[in-house]
């Protein structure tokens, strides 16, 4: 006979529903799992009435025994640092602001040219100069600087493996790129001892310890269902054991391998790129000129037609 149960949890200030199981004498409820108190369950009482769901019988309310009380450590709020780096690794946050500023970009360029306003055209080339700029520096200083360039990169997916469990768009980023490249974490499959779910100490009281997420498992021919604990236990295991069963090649190496064999791919994009941004620079100057030269030839007119001699 089992239980199941919608809990709430907060993690990185994103409050979620995590599905726990619970039986009669077990529980399989994550470690960091808030207990029910009244305010939650009259919540979740309105939010299955809402949605036309019958509500829960006081009978299923949990008990102080039921679930898995938090540590003090855990009942404080995160850091202001954490947070900053759940939001910097978060792929919704970083289109967003992508988006924004390409919005704001092309709407100088566009106002500026129909309404031949000076300011926004100036706006609008300086932007895209700057861009271009940053872009070509990019790619010359991870050239010349190539280890510290990968080593930015390892940092970078480092902590996106902390933050794995902590936003779902991250997670599915994450296991696309495993899947995609054949790899699993940054250097090693043991990199995943950094994640709080997935650390091999002694003291880590989660299901998944000294595991790996499924997308790091070798993929079965003909498999229907996807087994999603195909990684437990594997960062115990040495090279070879697991490599029967997982990538243990990391995905920094995959993708340096991957660039190095899509050179000329990688420099279309590039070009494809750098021109459209060039050519922009060069029609809004173009534009400027033009618009400059109106205004000179006006007053020009202005300054003869006063001429009572003209």
């Known amino acids: 006979m089992a239980l199941i149960l919608l809990v709430p949890q907060i993690k990185c200030h994103k409050p979620f529903w995590a599905l726990c199981v619970l039986h009669v004498g077990r529980q399989y409820?994550?470690?960091?799992?808030?207990?029910?108190?009244?305010?939650?369950?009259?919540f979740l009482h309105q939010s299955r009435t809402v949605w036309g769901a019958p509500p829960p019988h006081p009978w299923y309310l949990p008990q102080s025994s039921v679930g898995t009380r938090l540590s003090q450590a855990e009942r404080q709020p995160p850091p202001p640092e954490a947070a900053l780096a759940c939001l910097a690794v978060d792929p919704a946050i970083l289109l967003i602001v992508v988006g924004v500023l390409m919005f704001l970009l092309t709407f100088c360029g566009c106002i500026g040219s129909l309404r031949e306003n000076i300011c926004l055209l100036q706006t609008f080339s300086l932007c895209l100069t700057?861009?271009?700029?940053?872009?070509?520096?990019?790619?010359?200083?991870?050239?010349?600087?190539?280890?510290?360039?990968?080593g930015k990169v390892n940092e970078i997916i480092n902590n996106a493996i902390v933050h794995y469990r902590d936003d779902l768009d991250l997670q599915n980023l994450i296991d696309f790129g495993q899947k995609k490249f054949g790899c699993c974490g940054g250097i090693s499959y043991k990199d995943w001892s950094l994640n709080m779910y997935f650390n091999c100490s002694e003291d880590n009281p989660s299901r998944e310890r000294c595991s790996v997420p499924y997308s790091c498992c070798l993929p079965v021919p003909n498999q229907a269902v996807i087994n999603t604990m195909c990684g437990q236990g594997m960062q115990a295991l040495d090279y070879l054991e697991a490599s029967k069963i997982i990538y243990t090649n990391g995905c920094i190496d995959r993708l340096v391998n991957w660039i190095h064999s899509n050179l000329f791919v990688l420099g279309g994009v590039a070009l494809g790129l750098a021109i459209p941004q060039l050519v922009g620079i060069l029609l809004s100057m173009i534009l400027m000129s033009q618009i400059k030269d109106q205004i000179k030839l006006q007053l020009y007119n202005q300054q003869h037609r006063a001429d009572p001699w003209y």
């Open 130 to 150: 700057i861009v271009f700029l940053l872009q070509l520096a990019a790619g010359v200083l991870g050239f010349v600087f190539s280890d510290k360039a990968r």
């Open 29 to 42: 409820c994550p470690p960091s799992t808030v207990i029910f108190t009244q305010t939650r369950w009259r």
